[in-house]
């Protein structure tokens, strides 16, 4: 039976309190979730039926070896993840830990593997200061231009990376010239015509803004 995000918030958090030595109780776990105890003992007894823990009225909950190895599994992740987005995508580190709780609950199998192996692997070349470890650091850091229509391109001049009309569309637009790769210059919009004008391969050419809004420039 799949183990729903919330009930493996508790397991994690079970596991956190039980691995710094605390007595796990419905108080401690809403306490620490910031969740009300009536949400929580209704989550402990769910948990209870699915064999994660055992909990005896007003007593303390105690988390079955299921119950301890899934909550586990997800801090494991969990730090994993906030290393990653704090460490290397250099996040706000609250902002990562709120990453990383919604990120955890999604990473399974080979690619959870391929992932900590990925951070493994970044984290030791960073310890011996690999020369192209500081070159991955120094790309991370740029200034990025991701893609954008036409419609939405604030610069003179653009390369095409991608057409995203019909083919139609996409031939009648190479035989204009406009073709992935290419660089468009002095790129103009005309709002009283609502159309753009740029030149593309030395040739003027116009296009409706609708025809515009399929080419993508970066």
Not at 157 to 164: F, N, V
Request: some cysteine.
């Amino acid at each position: 039976m799949p183990v729903s995000s919330r009930i493996e918030d508790y397991l994690e958090a079970l596991f956190q309190l039980e691995s710094a030595g605390k007595r796990l109780t419905v108080t401690a776990l809403a306490d620490k979730l910031a969740l009300t105890k009536g949400t929580v003992a209704t989550g402990v007894k769910k948990m209870e039926e699915a064999g994660l823990v055992s909990h005896a009225a007003y007593g303390d909950v105690f988390l079955t070896p299921k119950g301890r190895e899934i909550g586990w599994k997800v801090l494991i992740k969990h730090d994993a993840l906030t290393n990653f987005f704090c460490g290397i995508l250099n996040i706000d580190p609250e902002k990562a830990e709120e990453i990383a709780c919604l990120t955890e609950h999604y990473l399974e199998g080979k690619a959870a593997s391929r992932f900590f192996n990925m951070i493994d692997f970044l984290y030791e070349a960073r310890i011996a200061k690999e020369e192209w470890m500081n070159g991955l650091l120094n790309a991370l850091d740029k200034p990025q231009t991701l893609p954008r229509p036409m419609t939405l391109w604030n610069e003179k001049s653009g390369k095409i990376c991608r057409l995203s009309g019909s083919a139609d569309l996409c031939n009648r637009l190479e035989d204009l010239g406009i073709k992935t790769g290419d660089l468009l210059k002095n790129i103009r919009f005309d709002e009283d015509k609502n159309e753009f004008s740029f030149k593309a391969n030395e040739q003027n050419v116009t296009l409706a803004f609708a025809d515009a809004a399929t080419v993508w420039l970066c």
